[in-house]
């Protein structure tokens, strides 16, 4: 499977790690860093690969909605 490949794996942690780093108090306040996750790893398994439309993908309506 795709997904599990290590260099998918790397770019899920990169795009995670520099989504979370970008966020403001209040946006993380509004979502969880698993939620994030796990819509990086949706628009991977989708077929996304670009990490700007990841990192974009990541945080539309995760952190605009509240908990």
Do not use: C, F
């Not at 942690?13 to 939620?35: G, H, M, N």
């Amino acid at each position: 499977m795709d997904a599990l490949r290590p260099e998918t794996l790397r770019l899920l942690k990169s795009v995670l790690e520099e989504t979370w780093d970008t966020l403001r108090p209040d946006e993380r306040a509004r979502t969880s860093k698993a939620v994030v996750a796990q819509r990086i790893i949706m628009a991977i398994l989708a077929g996304e690969h670009d990490e700007a439309r990841l990192r974009i993908e990541a945080v539309s309506g995760a952190v605009t909605s509240a908990l």
